[in-house]
């Protein structure tokens, strides 16, 4: 997608087109080893087949450069360099010198792929790297590449301006991010995983309209807040964490409001910090239409910095009615919730949830009846302080349906599907 080989035809997005050319690709046997997400059976690694990888490393030999440094050997950048399009870096040592990098002028991809190797003296060359970077759409920065600090980072990576593809993933010592990076105006997918000490967004990430995936999993502990302009990116099709700010506490942070208008989201989404005292806000985040999610997480642990006498006053039983999700949801947990009862009207006209979690509800005393969901396959209920007991209603059957049972020889069957419990 970063490089323009999709394009969105007969109305289809460019996800779906993608999915549909590696689904023939796999067809044809190009790729095998398959690992799959238990949630959606979507793939999540594979090895393309040896003769297949042979023939396309013979056919893009000039095109794809792979630079390794590693104690038997350094990188060499000369001439033959100057044809390349893809880059790739293995750096498994400190760098001893800097590699001649005018010759990267044409390069389109630039991936490191050291691991978890010290990869720190790479950023010493990188300043100098992003002038030359003018045609770049991918770059992934993956890993230790900064140490503590960004200001290389900072001071470089907006004049990247036909950038499509940005990974930062497992920089866990940052804890801002350059408010250059919203200079970025083609970005699509912004990859923030496990960048797990960052406390806020840049302020300015409203600017990024054309962003599709902000992946910013592993983010919930850290993450006071999501800047206000997140409501403008109406092409997210991604968006891992959701802070939610009371609206009468922070200007400048987003409310459960501001999700309204993005409508296109799919996959997974966790909505943390729900200390909201007004309803209304909830209702407008209009999740029910959110067709594409099938997994939401509700999290009602109390935000960082939140006054006592704010949360007191909050309702979490009609926040949690007000929050209801797309019907279509398949993995549904709900931590810290704060009333006795769980009972929204939502939760028993989902059509096909297969996991539901139940965790760390305290003043939680009766269980909603979860028996009534023929599709579950996976059950959790943990650290429940008050619930003394589990009765018929837990299993979906009523009173009135056990007495007429009594008199005859038929039977129900709670929890049809249930494989782990």
């Known amino acids: ?42 793939i999540l690694e594979f090895k393309m087949h040896d003769i297949v990888h042979n023939f396309l490393q013979l056919l893009t030999k000039t095109e794809c450069l792979v630079l390794v440094n590693d104690g038997f050997q350094e990188f060499r950048v000369d001439s033959s360099c100057e044809k390349a399009h893809h ?35 790479v950023s010493i060359f990188l300043p100098e790297l992003f002038d030359q970077l003018t045609c770049i759409r991918t770059l992934n920065l993956s890993g230790s590449l900064f140490g503590n600090s960004v200001d290389e980072l900072r001071n470089q990576i907006g004049k990247l301006v036909h950038l499509r593809y940005l990974n930062l993933k497992h920089n866990r010592k940052w804890k801002e991010l350059p408010e250059s990076v919203c200079e970025l105006c083609n970005l699509q997918t912004l990859n923030l995983t496990w960048c797990d000490s960052l406390k806020e967004l840049p302020c300015g990430i409203g600017k990024l309209v054309n962003l ?33 700010v009371d609206g009468g506490t922070n200007n400048e942070a987003s409310t459960l409001e501001d999700l309204q208008n993005i409508m296109h989201l799919r996959g997974h989404l966790k909505v943390s910090g729900l200390a909201v005292r007004d309803v209304t806000e909830a209702e407008r985040a209009e999740l029910q239409n959110k067709k594409g999610l099938r997994s939401l997480i509700l999290d009602f642990t109390i935000s960082k910095g939140l006054m006592p006498e704010t949360w007191m006053r909050r309702d ?33 006209v989902l059509t096909k949830p297969r996991h539901v979690s139940l965790c760390l509800c305290f003043h939680l005393n009766l269980l909603p009846p979860l028996g009534k969901l023929s599709s579950l396959e996976s059950l959790y209920i943990g650290k429940m302080r008050r619930v003394e007991k589990v009765g ?30």
């Open 316 to 348: 979490d039983g009609r926040l949690l009615k007000a929050l209801q999700p797309p019907p279509c949801l398949e993995k549904l947990e709900i931590w810290c919730y704060n009333s006795t009862i769980i009972f929204p009207n939502w939760m028993m």
């Open 1 to 42: 997608m970063a490089q323009d080989y999709l394009k969105a035809v007969r109305g289809e997005e460019m996800e779906i087109e993608g999915v549909e050319y590696f689904d023939e690709l796999m067809m044809r046997s190009f790729f095998q080893d398959f690992k799959r997400v238990e949630l959606d059976n979507g």
């Open 212 to 244: 599709r995936h902000l992946d910013n999993e592993r983010m919930d502990l850290s993450l006071m807040a999501v800047p206000k302009g997140i409501g403008r990116l109406t092409n997210l099709r991604t968006l891992r964490v959701f802070v939610a």
């Open 87 to 121: 880059v790739t870096l293995i750096c498994k040592e400190l760098v001893p010198t800097d590699p001649d990098i005018c010759y990267f002028k044409k390069v389109r991809s630039l991936l490191n792929d050291s691991g978890n190797h010290d990869t720190s003296s």
């Open 392 to 421: 018929v209603e837990f299993l979906g059957v009523e009173r009135e349906e056990i007495s007429a049972l009594s008199s005859s020889s038929s039977s129900i069957i709670a929890f049809p599907s249930l494989k782990h419990l």
